[in-house]
């Protein structure tokens, strides 16, 4: 493996869902500490590999440097508010790398804080599916879907009533319905040319998947703090961290 790749760690300083999240404890560490522990891994491990963090927060910057992570990149505050799509930020610390360091990354690796759930394992086994699919320019890690739209899942149409979200042979059975995937928002692989067409989301029509084949989900509600802290803290996950 001779790729460049830059690994991005994201951490904005306000969070409303769970107040202060990129550095609340979990199991004896802060929370960013297990992305920066998976990164260095993967660091060791891979050849020309750059881990950059992205925050506006100084506190934040403290608490990675007590974790082994120092950056002199600071996110402008108009890519730090709850309306600028992370893929914005991912660039602009992107560009500042290449250009502090006077190269071009081929591809970007971003680790999501609050989906921790992941190893140095996972991330070189996706980095070898992405690679072999010449044409994909985004990859993201997904986990099985608990609902289906073509069997278990309804919106609500224009005329008020509702419908399966997607439609379907009224004989399909639940295992006979199209295989579907949840992000886990876990990790992303980035080609660098998904920047230089100015892409805004992970819904290209060149992106493909990595299916993680273990437990993983990210932090949305304080609740799911206590869930994964109890399964870190009684050994509960079904694989090593």
């Not at 002199?72 to 730090?80: H, W």
């Not at 500042?96 to 971003?110: I, P």
């Not at 067409?197 to 509600?221: A, Q, W």
């Amino acid at each position: 493996m001779n790729k460049t790749i830059l690994i991005t760690i994201c951490a904005r300083g306000g969070s409303k869902g769970i107040p202060g999240k990129n550095i609340k404890s979990i199991n004896g560490h802060p929370l960013i500490w297990y992305t920066i522990q998976v990164a260095q891994q993967f660091q060791s491990r891979i050849p020309n590999v750059d881990i950059v963090l992205s925050t506006d927060s100084e506190e934040i910057k403290e608490v990675t440097k007590l974790c082994g992570l120092e950056s002199d990149y600071k996110r402008p505050m108009a890519l730090a508010n709850d309306t600028c799509g992370k893929i914005d930020a991912i660039k602009d610390v992107l560009i500042f790398c290449e250009q502090s360091k006077g190269c071009r990354y081929d591809y970007v690796l971003d680790l999501d804080v609050t989906s921790p759930l992941r190893n140095t394992e996972d991330l070189i086994d996706a980095f070898k599916v992405i690679e072999q699919q010449e044409q994909a320019i985004v990859l993201y890690s997904v986990s099985p879907a608990k609902k289906n739209p073509y069997f278990n899942m309804v919106e609500r149409k224009a005329n008020g009533f509702y419908n399966l979200v997607k439609k379907r042979d009224l004989a399909l059975s639940r295992q006979a319905a199209p295989k579907v995937y949840e992000l886990n928002a876990s990790f992303y692989y980035y080609r660098r040319i998904f920047f230089e067409r100015g892409y805004k989301s992970i819904d290209t029509e060149n992106s493909i998947i990595y299916l993680v084949p273990h437990m993983c989900f990210d932090l949305d509600e304080p609740i799911d703090f206590e869930f994964m802290e109890f399964l870190m803290a009684n050994k509960k996950l079904d694989f090593i961290l």
